[in-house]
């Protein structure tokens, strides 16, 4: 069985400070994992994903996200904030690429100025 | 190309009733995963349709339902609405086929279905 655990439902930053998004799974075959962004009234997008190889992951808009096997866990950070990113963030984790996702309750991001 | 598109965009209905929501898949794609998402909680997988036939479903109840046509569109019909209904519904396309590698989800704008 898969699972994700995301800490902390709301996460406040000053605008320009660093962003760490918690996510830790469970997973009993090796793990997909994915963090999706969803902005209000609209569905998900892929910020990155891991499948396998390189342990730290770069995607979209600044965010990189690193896989610790030992710490089972696949955190979120952006250098430095921006108010374009206040959204609702996800960690899912899945067996396969293609199959279902397993979703953590998601992490509202907030950006003060 | 076109992304993925759901209709309708919003639906109120009342217990007890049907609902059908729809699915477009993005060109090229041959596989749609349902998702529902409650107010204030993660999408949880309903289930997926590879080339018109169920590939997995998650924990809900048989009044959930749903086909793939030969286009590759989607539909989820739910029976005996409940007022826990209520959600979000999300579609999913992607390409799947055996022995593929990775093969991205790309979500829908979803389908905001209250029930009263």
């Known amino acids: 069985a898969q699972s994700v655990t995301q800490l902390g439902s709301h996460v406040s930053v000053s605008e320009g400070a660093l962003v760490l998004l918690r996510c830790n799974y469970s997973s009993s075959v090796p793990p997909y994992l994915f963090w999706y962004v969803q902005y209000p009234n609209q569905g998900l997008q892929l910020l990155l994903k891991?499948?396998?190889?390189?342990?730290l992951v770069k995607g979209i808009n600044g965010f990189e996200a690193e896989f610790k096997k030992s710490e089972t866990s696949f955190h979120l950070t952006k250098p430095s904030a921006h108010m374009s990113d206040a959204a609702e963030y996800f960690c899912a984790v899945s067996r396969d690429s293609s199959y279902k996702l397993i979703f953590g309750s998601g992490t509202r991001l907030l950006v003060r100025p | 190309e076109t992304g993925v598109t759901q209709s309708p965009t919003h639906l109120i209905k009342t217990r007890g009733q049907q609902v059908t929501l729809r699915c477009s898949s993005q060109s090229g794609h041959n596989t749609v995963s349902w998702y529902q998402q409650a107010l204030g909680q993660g999408p949880q997988f309903i289930f997926q349709y590879y080339r018109e036939e169920e590939n997995g479903r998650g924990n809900f109840p048989p009044r959930f339902s749903g086909l793939q046509f030969p286009n590759y569109s989607s539909e989820l019909n739910v029976n005996a609405l409940e007022l826990d209904d209520s959600a979000l519904y999300l579609c999913?396309?992607?390409?799947?086929?055996?022995?593929?590698?990775?093969?991205?989800?790309?979500f829908g704008p979803g389908t905001r279905l209250t029930v009263l």
């Open positions: 999913a396309s992607s390409y799947g086929g055996r022995g593929s590698s990775y093969n991205e989800q790309f």
């Open positions: 891991y499948t396998t190889g390189a342990t």
